[in-house]
């Protein structure tokens, strides 16, 4: 089995830079048109799971019509809770909550109201996943798609790789990118990242 890890589309929010996390933004325009690529990129989708977020849903809805399959909604393939900083920059948000930022930026285990903590993100994702993969292995899928936002992916990813969580913010994941983790004795990253399917033919 092959889990297709999509980050979700773009939406003017990512465009201006914003943090965004649980809030409901669509995707724009140019997400739309990202979302469409990304899915005529693909040649084979046995199941398609998203996060209850529009951002994801949209992209995955692309997808799901291309193949003509259902959507199933998993709750905890949502973004990461930091509405301490939603709409601010990243500039802001280190200019207007210096300490709360330090110490979540270093400390996967820190969270407080209104900031989930990383470690708390990477446990319900991958417990998410890993259901899926479980439900899907019964079900004969070779490729299922999950779609979902960057710090949820990358902390998974981190997971994947046995890397300490705080270094999730050594790599980037784009949006309508698309990553690779092989099922076999254990996951394994096969491709991170990939855009190529963005480019303008």
Same mark, same amino acid.
């Given at each position: 089995?092959? &889990? ?13 830079? *914003?943090w965004q996390g649980i809030t409901d933004v669509p995707l724009n325009e140019k997400g739309r048109e990202q979302a469409k690529k990304l899915a005529n990129s693909l040649e084979r989708v046995d199941a398609i799971?998203?996060? $209850? ?9 692309? !997808? ?6 259902? !959507? ?5 393939? +949502? ?14 948000? !280190?200019?207007?909550? =210096? ?8 400390? =996967? ?44 992916? +990358?902390?998974? !990813?981190?997971?994947? &790789?046995?890397? =300490? *969580? ?20 254990? $996951? +394994? ?13």
């Open positions: 089995m092959k &889990l297709y890890l999509i980050r979700h589309g773009e939406t003017i929010w990512n465009e201006k830079g *914003l799971y998203s996060s $209850p977020l529009k951002r994801s849903l949209e992209t995955a809805e692309e !997808i799901a019509r291309r193949f003509e399959k259902e !959507i199933i909604v998993e709750e905890d393939l +949502r973004e990461c809770e930091i509405s301490l900083w939603n709409g601010l920059t990243v500039e802001e948000a !280190i200019r207007e909550y =210096p300490v709360e930022f330090k110490k979540w930026s270093s400390d =996967p285990n820190f969270g407080m109201e209104g900031l989930e903590s990383m470690r708390n993100v990477q446990d319900r994702v991958v417990k998410a996943i890993m259901k899926i993969v479980s439900q899907e292995k019964l079900n004969g899928s070779e490729i299922v798609v999950i779609v979902s936002h960057s710090l949820s992916l +990358r902390a998974f !990813i981190c997971w994947v &790789l046995g890397l =300490p *969580l705080y270094l999730h913010r050594n790599f980037k994941l784009d949006n309508a990118s698309l990553s690779v983790v092989e099922i076999e004795s254990k $996951p +394994r990253l096969v491709l991170l990242n990939d855009t190529c399917h963005l480019k303008e033919s």
